[in-house]
């Protein structure tokens, strides 16, 4: 199955260490061979990069590698995959619009006889059952509120939606509105909140070293949440099943 990457911020910071390993499974380190992208909230907009081609030979993906782009919120995903063929309308992280704002969703995993009907508001582009998924929560989230609910509305709504989905296979996803990085697991998801006194961290897929301490503030905090563990010198926490999780600010809020 796919691999997800996602990031929440106090301060707009950069997702080279974390990416520079993630990518490596995008054809070295694991099989996820099928395309990969992603997306960096920045104030109101939204900077996304797809590719259909492997992470490991993507010209893009060097170029996000080497390229600083700081973002409070940042969903990555690399895909192997099952429904939907290998084209460009079919890459992870998806991106639209509900009550004035962006919206990015990517998923892991395989939901069986997943056909639900749309009112027309949302329509998949592609053919995969993630995408029909992501429009599905919109479509829901609009019929139940008029703007967006506070958090607490919104993650409670969310988590219904979610174990509603997920009665139809494995369900693992994150998604943000560029306030918040919600994240839903099934299966498998872990991740970690760096925040002062900082250390040095080693990538598991490929042989990096940072010290945090020369990159980060005393009041900086950044959570990252994974599918694997992207570290062997941290401590990462396992996201529990069938909860909805809301990061906000780089730490954990429910």
Not at 16 to 29: D, I, L, N, W, Y
Not at 229 to 252: H, R
Request: glycine share 8%; hydrophobic share 35%.
């Amino acid at each position: 199955m796919c691999q997800l990457l996602g990031m929440n911020c106090n301060v707009p910071t950069d997702i080279c260490f974390s990416f520079e390993g993630f990518c490596e499974r995008g054809g070295t380190t694991d099989e996820h061979k099928d395309g990969w992208g992603i997306a960096f909230f920045e104030d109101n907009g939204c900077r996304s990069f797809l590719d259909p081609n492997p992470s490991v030979e993507s010209s893009v993906s060097t170029l996000i590698r080497n390229y600083p782009i700081k973002s409070r919120n940042v969903i990555s995903h690399i895909r192997k995959a099952t429904y939907g063929e290998v084209k460009l309308e079919n890459t992870h992280p998806f991106t639209r619009e509900l009550w004035g704002r962006y919206w990015v969703f990517a998923h892991n995993g395989d939901l069986h006889d997943f056909q639900p009907d749309f009112s027309g508001a949302y329509e998949p582009v592609g053919g995969t059952d993630s995408e029909r998924a992501f429009c599905l929560i919109l479509e829901r989230l609009k019929r139940d509120f008029r703007k967006m609910p506070p958090s607490e509305l919104l993650g409670a709504s969310l988590q219904q939606i979610a174990e509603d989905i997920a009665k139809f296979g494995i369900f693992n996803f994150m998604l943000s509105n560029g306030e918040c990085l919600f994240v839903f697991c099934t299966t498998k998801l872990s991740y970690i909140v760096r925040q002062h006194p900082f250390s040095t961290a080693s990538l598991k897929d490929k042989d990096v070293t940072i010290d945090f301490r020369e990159h980060a503030a005393p009041g900086d905090r950044v959570a990252v949440i994974a599918t694997e563990p992207l570290t062997v010198d941290e401590t990462w926490i396992d996201v529990p099943q069938k909860k909805l999780l809301i990061f906000q600010d780089g730490e954990l809020m429910v």
